[in-house]
């Protein structure tokens, strides 16, 4: 599955990608004019009457005795879509997983665990209230499928230039982020002192 991602969003096959930009473009650019229950009525109404008409076809080939008139779709029906209990119990473990680990996350930066983790989503969060006030939801995500179907290639055609400037902007993150850690006290920044005077009392 991760491959398969990976090959549309790096333009592997330039018409499955195409077709799947194209698709995904037209669909939110609608969502901007129309209400998503009128999309969403348009897009399965198109999508019933392609089948539809697939399925007369094959039955007006049959009539004039050009075809043996059997569901084109019959592949797809034949799929066994049932899952086994093993399956199932996966499937529930890792839907578990991952909500006990945001939960763990939510609980990490909302009751203050880590002070400095706390103040960048605050920051975050202060950010996004000016972004919030020039895009809504729907542009952002718009901009976000973009960027999907640009900056991956992008980056493995420029990746050499990329990481240069990525490692410099991540130094000066570090140097910045060791700097409010050591003007914030409890942080994290006094257990060295506090671990080194415990080894030499034990050493004495």
Request: hydrophobic share 50%; aromatic share 8%; proline share 2%.
């Amino acid at each position: 599955m991760g491959s398969k991602v990976a090959d549309l969003l790096y333009w592997k096959d330039t018409r499955t990608s195409g077709a799947v930009f194209t698709g995904l473009m037209a669909s939110l650019l609608c969502l901007l004019h129309f209400s998503i229950v009128s999309v969403a009525a348009h897009l399965a109404l198109l999508g019933l009457c392609a089948t539809i008409s697939l399925r007369v076809y094959r039955k007006v080939l049959q009539a004039v005795h050009r075809g043996d008139g059997t569901n084109p779709f019959q592949a797809y029906l034949d799929m066994d879509l049932t899952l086994t209990r093993e399956q199932t119990e996966l499937l529930s473990q890792q839907i578990a997983s991952h909500v006990v680990s945001t939960a763990t996350q939510l609980r990490h930066f909302f009751l203050v665990e880590d002070l400095v983790d706390s103040l960048k989503l605050a920051l975050l969060f202060y950010i996004l209230t000016f972004v919030g006030a020039i895009f809504n939801g729907l542009t952002l995500v718009i901009l976000g499928v973009v960027a999907l179907f640009t900056v991956p290639l992008l980056y493995r055609q420029h990746q050499a230039q990329i990481d240069q400037y990525v490692g410099l902007v991540t130094n000066q993150l570090s140097h910045i982020k060791a700097k409010i850690r050591a003007k914030i006290p409890g942080t994290g920044t006094l257990a060295p002192t506090a671990s080194v005077s415990g080894s030499k009392a034990k050493a004495e």
